[in-house]
């Protein structure tokens, strides 16, 4: 007799099918009768042990009539056990307590097997300490399948008490009741029909339960395998949650997300906070507990979109933005002193802020006229978020009057010279760092269509419409200005505030002193590069070598700093059409929460589990090479 598990897809299409149709239970058992050989046989009752242990009753048992008993079974609704191979229970309409009883009469079934509690989940924990994380090993059948007899299948169309159709809200309800009981007594199958979600017992593909065990797909079977954006491994149904990544993968993507920590009384500073993964990364850390020093080139505009999260009373006052242009080194050096003289210690460190593409000042339109308002323009919340800003640092080049927004003197010619406006606000930094000013504009950037007024993308931030930016120019149309901006901002920044805040960091009273570095794939050697936006591969490169040189010396003192890449997430190359911008946004496995999860992962996963690590490179939470 074949395998029950090769029958599983059939018997379990035949479930959702009088689910759907609000068949009976004999209409089922009629069905599954037609599906199944002779060596199968269908009843409904009780399962019975040789000592007379009887189990809750099924609407369906499927049972080996080909497995000898020294006995039989006297009782006509009572089925041996030992030749018992599938049990069924459903309901078409339901509350969540008769659900519950539902997964205890599952649970009544399992509890009769005879291996010991403590003797299975000994050997499920091996089971995932030896298992090797191949798609064939993770594809290929448990062994052992008379340690999983009876299967148990769990099946409804709705559920009565809840109200809407969020397969996550959802899927979390079922997660919740499915750990309330003991791995060993769950059900192997459950179906949700009406909210196309089904949880697989992860045993029988040759899984094990780990933590982060949720193993709840979305109840559609992809027309063709689809490749997962973490493992790269094929998989035909998608995560409840994750749309691009199999069941292992998105259950630890999930977990990872709702990750606790307590960083009460840590003191985080976070380069680029104002948006996309420094705003996610941001919240996380305020949400966790920390005070957090946010910078950025637009402080007025971070203030305003903080002050809009509907949490904001619960961390305003732990959080401070400073407005900070890293081209311009002299000033950044004013800001670490500022740090020094204001704050006793530092006890995180986040390098997030990156140029990738150079953006026009015609993108930044919309921005401009709330950063050169005054501070009385703000709301008292928002004031307070910047106030230190002001009184400690000159306005960034952006909050100054128009006039002053010029071109540097490495993209005019010679005749021409920054204003005055701009060399009073920054003195002898704009003269030092004049090469690193707003480079000279392509003629394709000149013209204001490009940013059409009003139409934001997904992360409400200005469209950009050219035909080309330096993520596709090949290295030698690369604007030697833009060149600089990139290592200065990438590179040369974190350099400064990894060095220069190193003693801040020393002092903090905590045991465990983090630094994460902002990297991505681009600046890896490991992997095969084509040729494009080689400035800021360059870049990327350089900011994974320093993680690399120099922390184990940071190591001696307690901080541990690693590089991370915070996946895909957003779209670089340019897109001229608004519904072609919509169509890529949807093939994204990530989003910012995902982004900033993977960058404080190294601190969540430190600060509350003692495992630290420093001097690594992470993609996806794993180590990866560099």
């Not at 229970?89 to 009544?108: G, N, V, W, Y």
Request: net charge neutral; aromatic share 8%.
């Amino acid at each position: 007799m074949t395998d029950i598990r090769h029958h599983l897809p059939m018997i379990l299409s035949v479930v959702r099918q009088h689910l759907v149709k609000a068949g009976t239970s004999e209409s089922l058992r009629a069905s599954l009768r037609e599906l199944l050989s002779a060596g199968y046989s269908i009843g409904a009752g009780r399962l019975v042990t040789a000592q007379g242990l009887q189990s809750q009753p099924f609407d369906v048992v499927i049972y080996d009539t080909t497995i000898p008993l020294p006995t039989p079974v006297a009782d006509p609704s009572c089925y041996d056990l030992r030749q018992a191979l599938v049990v069924v229970t459903f309901a078409h309409e339901l509350t969540i307590p008769a659900l519950k009883d539902l997964l205890q009469s599952i649970a009544s079934a399992k509890a009769l097997r005879p291996m010991q509690p403590e003797r299975e989940k000994r050997e499920r924990s091996e089971c995932a300490q030896t298992q090797k994380k191949s798609a064939q090993d993770v594809q290929k059948p448990a062994r052992g399948l008379k340690k999983l007899l009876p299967l148990g299948i769990v099946a409804c169309l709705r559920l009565l008490d809840v109200h809407g159709q969020d397969p996550e809200e959802l899927s979390l309800l079922l997660d919740g009741l499915l750990k309330d009981q003991d791995e060993h007594l769950r059900p192997d199958y459950v179906i949700a029909q009406s909210y196309q979600l089904v949880y697989s017992n992860p045993l029988l593909t040759g899984g094990a339960f780990v933590p982060s065990t949720i193993h709840i797909a979305r109840d559609l079977v992809l027309k063709k395998p689809h490749p997962c954006y973490v493992c790269k491994q094929p998989f035909t149904h998608p995560h409840f949650f994750y749309q691009y990544l199999c069941l292992r993968c998105g259950d630890l993507n999930y977990s990872k997300c709702v990750m606790p920590a307590d960083l009460t009384g840590r003191v985080a500073l976070v380069t680029g906070a104002r948006v996309k993964i420094g705003y996610a990364t941001t919240l996380r850390l305020l949400r966790a507990g920390a005070r957090v020093i946010a910078t950025t080139r637009f402080p007025h505009d971070a203030a305003r979109q903080y002050s809009r999260e509907p949490d904001f009373p619960d961390w305003q006052d732990r959080l401070e933005i400073y407005g900070l242009d890293f081209r311009y080194i002299p000033v950044m050096e004013r800001f670490v002193a500022y740090l020094h003289e204001s704050y006793p210690a530092l006890d995180i460190l986040i390098n997030n802020a990156a140029q990738t593409v150079r953006r026009p000042l015609d993108y930044y339109a919309s921005l401009l006229p709330f950063e050169q308002a005054p501070l009385a323009a703000l709301t008292p919340a928002q004031q307070a978020l910047v106030r230190q800003s002001h009184a400690a640092l000159p306005p960034t080049p952006f909050a100054l009057p128009s006039e002053a927004l010029m071109p540097s003197p490495l993209a005019l010619p010679d005749d021409q010279v920054p204003s005055a406006t701009l060399l009073h606000a920054y003195g002898t930094a704009a003269l030092g760092t004049a090469a690193l000013g707003t480079a000279a504009l392509q003629p394709s950037e000149r013209d204001s269509a490009f940013f059409p007024v009003g139409q934001y993308d997904e992360h409400q931030q200005q469209i950009d419409l050219r035909t080309r930016n330096s993520w596709t120019l090949p290295f030698n149309e690369i604007d030697l200005t833009e060149f600089l901006e990139v290592q200065v901002i990438n590179v040369t920044a974190p350099f400064l505030l990894i060095s220069r805040l190193h003693p801040l960091l020393c002092r903090s009273s905590f045991a465990q002193r983090f630094i994460v570095n902002v990297s991505a794939i681009e600046g890896q050697f490991a992997t095969t590069k084509r040729g494009s936006h080689v400035h800021t591969n360059m870049a990327k490169a350089s900011l994974n070598m320093l993680t690399h040189s120099a922390s184990a010396r940071l190591a001696r003192d307690n901080i541990f700093m690693n590089s991370v890449d915070p996946g895909w997430i957003s779209q670089q190359s340019p897109l001229t059409n608004v519904e072609d911008r919509k169509k890529i946004q949807q093939l994204l496995p990530l989003d910012l929460i995902d982004a900033a999860a993977r960058i404080c992962d190294p601190i969540f996963t430190g600060i509350m589990t003692a495992d630290v690590s420093s001097g690594n490179f992470y993609k996806d939470y794993q180590l990866t090479s560099w």
